[in-house]
């Protein structure tokens, strides 16, 4: 019997070859799309979930949220804050550990590579327990200065992982290299983890002590903070708990208010904000406490994941209302062939089970279409994301059954109309009407359906069309500087070389100038600090956090940056280098201010900020600033972000970057710049970057997101076309007689056009 019905459904399929054609591309390209998005949205979630006991590690964040600024996030904490958590929810905590990502030179042989070295503490694999390839948590991570690789990093340095006992030096630490040895191997983490270890050393504290900001401070942000629960600890009533500390107990007590500078504050978590997140949300939910501050790896968006999501199924539903259409209008034509076979002594669930292993069959050809494309643009797909998504369905028991079900879902959904209607169709009324039972309600379901397939398609175009221009803007937009024809240069590794590298890079024929500055536009780097306007005659002081950003000679002319009032530094004043405090001075120095700072700061105007005095606790004493300019506002960081008060300062060995602005081919100013490079510091890596690709970089995000939402709305396009073609064909099919009758009256070739287009 089944075989029969397998038979019947061929022959069904081979009758009407354009219908079947359409039926099945459409829905194919359907399910193709939705496998395409749910492979994203599964990736996306899944992070970190493979870590033992996942389910009870937890990240501390901070915010800081002083009035009348943009809120300070971050997913980092202060050093000082996991030592007291340990200690205060002992109860409640397993173990902690803090973490310091610290950009370095590894060196090997005579040669440099760029690499990150992560210091971790004793409890690093009481935390996070993370496979081993060669060794173990308690042999190889045991005593300071222990060294773990990836496989991955043994390979890129020694060509083998069996590297146990090799050393490497990395460059450098306090101004002298280290030498470690390797204790143990990493198995290469999965892709969807938010960790990125290549070389994990365990942390000696000793290393830190000329760096008081990184683990001896309550209000630095460097580290990273994860604890681990134990078992049955609720989330929400550990954050209670340590809430309540924060608020009675914790050194912020004492300077709450000092810090915001507002009197109205009642407690700590006004204004300092700890925050516990679970592991597996990283990923997706520490965008929103991580405000520019960056992670260990570029972090998900989740209402990003839930709109593909939604996409996902739009699509399905698009390509399956076009199969039920074609399906059902076809059913339709099949009511004598219904009627027969009841009269040769068919059971109703006969009918209806032929009817649905036919609907079944259709979608499980379209599936297996589905698959073949979704192999082959995979590639592509993965380089829009910029992912390594696989796609091994024998080897995914779970996606294997998740696309059966489908099939059937989707399989039933359309046979359901012709099994379960034209099968109860009385077969002498049917035989002796001798014409289809597909009535006008039908017909208008059709249309119905065909509308809110449109509807929805349009509605994709629109938000393709809404986050086009908003990349748009954002890449047109004003932002304040001149960013063509620069190319930015990492000097923190030259050390003592950097003036010699400066000089010789100014003498090339490509280069107009060359200019330091600790960071430039896109690298948003929080630097802050409380800045104090004296009161003058009956007026209060005003003291402000303000964010500060260092700038030697040169940096805004080289930017095409204008004063709107005062002047900005140069190097015929001497006062406009800072000249720090000592035991018997205050220190002196020059700043320019931003627009938002003079309105933070008070000023009526910008000319008023113009030779007033600042005073801040800056750079190791209190010391004196003279403002001697005021810019308009920059956008140093991403315009999904507002423009913050800030203030330019002109510090001396604070420069970690070179803007080189040069003329001509880039590829011949790349070319000289580098050789340079080798000749001044040979031993180290270049880091050398167009200012406009890195501009360009903070909307990655959203470009991927555009170029995503137009291929799923063409394609969402493409299938509604499809599904309106294979309904127009349909129904001139169903009109031949109609047409016939016509053409005798008259009527023309292109009248009967008009007449099926309208």
């Known amino acids: ?282 990923h997706l939910k520490a965008h929103a406490d991580a405000g520019t501050m960056g992670d260990f790896t570029t972090l998900g968006d989740e209402d990003m994941v839930t709109t593909f999501a939604m996409v996902a199924v739009l699509i399905l539903v698009i390509a399956c209302i076009n199969f039920m259409n074609l399906s059902t209008a076809r059913a339709g034509q099949r009511a004598r062939e219904v009627a027969m076979r009841k009269v040769l002594g068919a059971s109703r669930m006969q009918v209806a089970i032929q009817f649905l292993i036919e609907a079944i069959g259709l979608v499980f050809l379209s599936m297996s279409l589905a698959l073949v494309a979704v192999e082959l643009v995979l590639p592509y797909y993965n380089q829009i994301l910029n992912q390594n998504i696989a796609f091994n369905l024998l080897n995914d028991p779970a996606l294997l059954v998740s696309l059966i079900a489908v099939v059937l879902v989707v399989g039933i959904g359309a046979g359901s109309y012709p099994a379960f209607v034209l099968s109860q169709y009385m077969p002498g009324h049917t035989l002796k009407a001798s014409k289809s039972n597909d009535t006008a309600g039908s017909t208008k379901l059709r249309s119905a359906l065909v509308v809110f397939q449109f509807a929805v398609s349009i509605g994709l175009l629109i938000s393709t069309a809404v986050v086009y221009l908003q990349t748009q803007n954002a890449n047109n937009m004003d932002l304040g500087y001149k960013k063509d024809q620069k190319l930015v240069l990492g000097v923190r590794v030259a050390g003592d070389n950097v003036e010699s590298l400066q000089r010789q890079l100014e003498n090339l024929p490509q280069v107009s100038s060359v200019v330091l500055s600790s960071e430039v536009p896109s690298q948003d780097n929080e630097n802050n600090t409380m800045f104090t306007r004296p009161g003058v005659g009956d007026a209060e002081p005003v003291t402000e956090l303000l964010n500060y950003h260092n700038m030697h000679f040169g940096f805004f002319e080289a930017y095409e940056v204008k004063p709107v009032a005062g002047r900005l530094f140069d190097e015929a004043f001497g006062s406009d280098l800072l000249q720090p405090a000592t035991e018997e001075t205050e220190g002196q120095g020059a700043v320019i201010l931003n627009i938002s700072a003079v309105k933070k700061l008070g000023y009526e105007s910008a000319e008023q900020a113009v030779g007033s005095t600042l005073r801040a606790d800056f750079s190791g004493g209190m010391t004196n600033f003279t403002v001697v300019g005021v810019i308009n506002d920059i956008y140093f960081r991403s315009i999904k972000f507002d423009v913050r008060p800030s203030i330019y300062t002109n510090v001396p060995g604070r420069n970690r970057v070179a803007t080189i602005s040069y003329s001509g081919n880039p590829a011949t100013a790349r070319e000289a710049i580098e050789g340079v490079w080798k000749e001044v510091v040979p031993m180290e890596p270049i880091h050398l970057t167009d200012l406009n690709e890195m501009v360009a970089s903070q909307y990655q995000q959203e470009i991927a997101q555009m170029r995503l939402f137009t291929a799923f709305a063409v394609l969402a396009i493409l299938v509604s076309c499809l599904g309106l073609y294979g309904l127009a064909a349909f129904s001139a099919e169903r009109r031949t007689k109609e047409i016939g009758v016509r053409k005798v009256m008259g009527a023309s070739v292109r009248d009967i056009v008009l007449l099926l287009i309208w």
């Open 1 to 282: 019997m089944y075989s029969n019905y397998l038979l019947i459904a061929w022959r069904n399929l081979l009758k009407k070859p354009l219908f079947s054609s359409i039926n099945i591309v459409g829905l194919a390209i359907g399910l193709m799309s939705c496998i395409l998005i749910m492979l994203f949205v599964r990736s996306e979630v899944g992070y970190d979930q493979w870590i033992p006991d996942s389910e009870r590690v937890v990240r501390m964040h901070t915010a800081y949220t002083v009035p009348g600024r943009a809120d300070l996030r971050t997913v980092r904490s202060a050093g000082k804050v996991m030592p007291a958590a340990r200690d205060y929810l002992r109860n409640d905590i397993e173990a902690g550990v803090r973490m310091v990502s610290w950009g370095t030179t590894v060196r090997r042989n005579g040669e440099g590579f760029d690499d990150h070295v992560l210091f971790g503490e004793e409890d690093f694999f009481k935390v996070l327990d993370l496979p081993f390839a060669v060794g173990d948590a308690q042999s190889s991570f045991s005593k300071p200065n222990d060294l773990i690789v990836t496989e991955e990093n043994a390979l890129r340095y020694f060509g083998r992982t069996d590297v146990v006992g090799e050393t490497l030096t990395i460059c450098c630490f306090q101004g002298q290299p280290i030498e470690l040895r390797i204790t143990g191997v990493l198995k290469d983490l999965p892709d969807n983890t938010h960790l990125n270890i290549s070389m994990l050393v365990y942390m000696d504290v000793a290393l830190f002590s000329s760096f008081p900001g990184v683990l001896d401070t309550w209000n630095s942000l460097n580290v990273y903070t994860y604890f681990k629960l134990k078992p049955g600890v609720v989330l929400s009533e550990l954050q209670e708990r340590w809430n309540y500390w924060l608020n009675n107990e914790s050194p912020y007590v004492e300077n709450a208010r000092d810090f915001s500078g507002d009197d109205s504050i009642t407690q700590v978590t006004d204004i300092v904000k700890h925050k516990f997140m679970a592991l597996h949300d990283i």
